[in-house]
């Protein structure tokens, strides 16, 4: 199996866009686990466990695991992941971006310490930087493209040749880098024009979605400008309004509920007849 094929599969098996971001942060962590011997991986097993039969993919991001030096606890979330929710992929959310050698090692890290079935990456330096992750034929490349993040304009909307950055990037990326049919794209939910003209540029390639929830993207908007003709090709990204739902014992209920209307609510505007 491969990273898109999975991910199809969940699509259809649990009816699900969502992608469950797991984004450790100890100081919002309920009290229960004060004491905890191991509260970085507790917390996200239980996240995890309570939303799985809502989610079509988990996107744990690096940066919240090494800060507190719990790679080791990342290694082992990903591998339960793997061994308790079988066929749900799981996208490293580390924005890796280098060339040659170091490139190569950052793939090795992705793939074969964490065992991840995806990665995000910045394309900034050129394809050269991103060919040890795309030879990788199973494994899914999820190139950024138009972010989530008010910055965003600064750089990706840059006019270069009478058409913005961003949509250069796009073009590329669907024509040239994959061949293996692995990449995806990262493009912003609050930037709903832009995500629409994506999807014009890329046909049926998954598109991965930040910035709902939290960042106030509009869900409606997500669908109608970026799902493909059958109601897929998206992975509708929430974090933090889903794991820090709930501060009490039921932390993980709060949080599978959360994720539950989330779902629902993508799928609300999936079957509206105004898409």
Not at 118 to 138: I, K, M, Q, W
């Amino acid at each position: 199996m491969s990273f898109i094929t999975d991910l199809q599969a969940a699509w259809s098996r649990h009816d699900s866009l969502l992608c469950v971001g797991l984004d450790p942060e100890p100081s919002r962590f309920p009290a229960v686990l004060a004491d905890h011997p191991d509260p970085v991986f507790a917390f996200c097993k239980a996240i995890v466990d309570a939303t799985a039969a809502h989610a079509c993919a988990f996107k744990p991001q690096i940066a919240h695991f090494a800060a507190l030096a719990a790679e080791n606890a990342l290694e082992r979330l990903i591998a339960y992941i793997h061994e308790a929710h079988p066929g749900l992929p799981v996208i490293l959310d580390a924005k890796r971006g280098d060339i040659g050698s170091t490139a190569a090692r950052y793939a090795v890290e992705a793939f074969d310490r964490y065992q991840a079935d995806a990665v995000t990456l910045n394309p900034y330096l050129g394809r050269d930087s991103a060919e040890p992750f795309l030879e990788r034929a199973d494994k899914g490349v999820i190139l950024l493209c138009h972010t989530s993040n008010p910055g965003a304009a600064d750089l990706q909307d840059l006019d270069v040749g009478g058409r913005p950055l961003y949509q250069h990037v796009a073009k590329i990326i669907a024509e040239s880098w994959n061949e293996h049919g692995n990449c995806a794209l990262v493009t912003g939910a609050t930037w709903p024009g832009q995500l629409g003209e994506v999807r014009a540029l890329v046909g049926d390639m998954p598109l991965l979605v930040p910035g709902i929830g939290a960042q106030g993207g509009d869900v409606a908007e997500v669908i109608r400008h970026g799902a493909t003709a059958d109601g897929t090709g998206l992975m509708i990204s929430s974090s933090r309004a889903i794991i820090y739902a709930g501060q009490g014992e039921d932390y993980a209920l709060a949080a599978g509920a959360a994720a539950r209307d989330l779902k629902d609510l993508i799928n609300a505007q999936r079957n509206s007849p105004a898409r």
